[in-house]
């Protein structure tokens, strides 16, 4: 794709930086890992900056640009509904291992490197399943807040969990699930913002493109360049 947009074949070579930004791998993990790589990649996004900053695309390729991206920003996830999911996802792996398993003492030696929950007995389960619980309605609490926020309410849960939760109880979730949720959740506001900056860089380049010069305020491009300017996700 460079070569080609240094050789004047850009349409070609936009092709190819969305086709980087659709299918980039950008090695995430995480709880919100499959959800932002399934979105586009940081690689494309990086990639097109640098065509975007040397002029390389002109008003009709931007224009194309634009629609792709804005097709992004319309569907980006939802992530206050996902704790629900993660709940249902936890019960049935704790059911489905512990069942399988009879409630005989721990043997999960199969699969060592996933330390699949297998329970010594059905207290331990149910222990296990209302911890995990607990955990999520923590997150759904504190995901209500800026991520600034969330340190000091993130220590005061963990330090309840340690309180109320016997350490013998096999944690599906361990007693740090929140410390991986705000970490996960910083990364996934860094790349929502890497994306709608995108968004709003390639609509400053395409006004001067178009009046030879950039809008006195970002609030200009509206609503002739683009619909709206997104919000700061932070």
């Known amino acids: 794709a460079r070569n080609l947009t240094k050789t004047g074949r850009s349409d070609e070579a936009l092709k190819l930086h969305i086709d980087l930004l659709r299918f980039g791998n950008d090695n995430i993990t995480g709880w919100f890992g499959p959800i ?7 690689q494309g996004l990086n990639a097109l900056y640098s065509c975007l900053q040397e002029n390389k695309f002109s008003e009709e390729q931007m ?15 939802d992530l206050q509904e996902s704790w629900e999911t993660e709940l249902m996802i936890t019960e049935f792996q704790i059911r489905k291992h512990s069942e399988n398993a ?12 996933f330390k699949m929950a297998i329970f010594a007995n059905k207290t331990d389960f149910a222990d296990t399943w209302l911890f995990s619980l607990d955990v999520s309605n923590e997150i759904k609490r504190i995901d209500r807040l800026p991520i600034a926020q969330a340190e000091l309410p993130v220590e005061r849960a963990n330090a309840r969990l340690d309180r109320t939760w016997p350490k013998t109880v096999f944690y599906y979730w361990d007693h740090h699930a929140l410390d991986y949720y705000t ?7 860094e790349y929502i ?28 491009l509206a609503p002739e360049i683009i619909p709206e300017v997104p919000q700061d996700p932070f």
Not at 36 to 42: L, Q
Request: charged fraction near 20%; charge should be positive.
């Open 102 to 113: 009879g409630f005989l003492p721990p043997a999960w030696l199969k699969y060592p490197r």
């Open 193 to 220: 913002t890497k994306l709608r900056g995108m968004y709003v860089f390639t609509a400053l380049k395409l006004y001067k493109n178009r009046y030879s010069k950039y809008p006195a305020r970002i609030e200009d």
């Open 63 to 77: 224009n194309l640009l634009l629609n792709y991206l804005n097709w992004f920003l319309l569907n980006e996830p």
């Open 36 to 42: 932002i790589t399934s979105m586009i990649s940081s």
């Open 183 to 189: 970490t996960s959740k910083q990364r996934y506001l």
